[in-house]
C-alpha cells in the first residue's frame, strides 16, 4: 500500500500522534496537490520511510528515530512540485 497509517488525498492535520511499527508502505502518503500538517508527532520504528511527500507538507516539533527505508527513512520529498516545510524536529 502507499500509505501504511494515512493515505492523504485532500487536506488533513496530524496532531500528537504516534506512528510506529509500520511495514507497508509511508507511515504518511501525502498525495498530489494535498496539503498536510504534522505536529508534536512521533515517527518511531517504522519499518518504512515515516513519510513520502508527493504534495504541500508542513512538519512542526516532531521526532523521527530509528525508521527505516529504501531512499531515506525520514521524509522522502518525491515529486518535482512537492513542497516541504521542517522546523524545530528531530531526525535520530
Known sequence: GLGGAI???ATA????STFSNNTD????FNQGTSTMQVEYST????????IMNNGNLTVRN????DNA???????????TRANL????STFR
Open 43 to 50: 515517527f518511531r520504528d517504522n519499518q518504512t520511510r515515516a
Open 7 to 9: 493515505n492523504n488525498l
Open 62 to 65: 516532531s521526532l523521527f528515530q
Open 25 to 28: 508502505g509511508a507511515a504518511i
Open 13 to 16: 492535520i496530524v496532531r500528537r
Open 69 to 79: 527505508g529504501y531512499s531515506g527513512s525520514g521524509i522522502l520529498n518525491g515529486a
Open 85 to 88: 516545510t521542517v522546523e524545530n
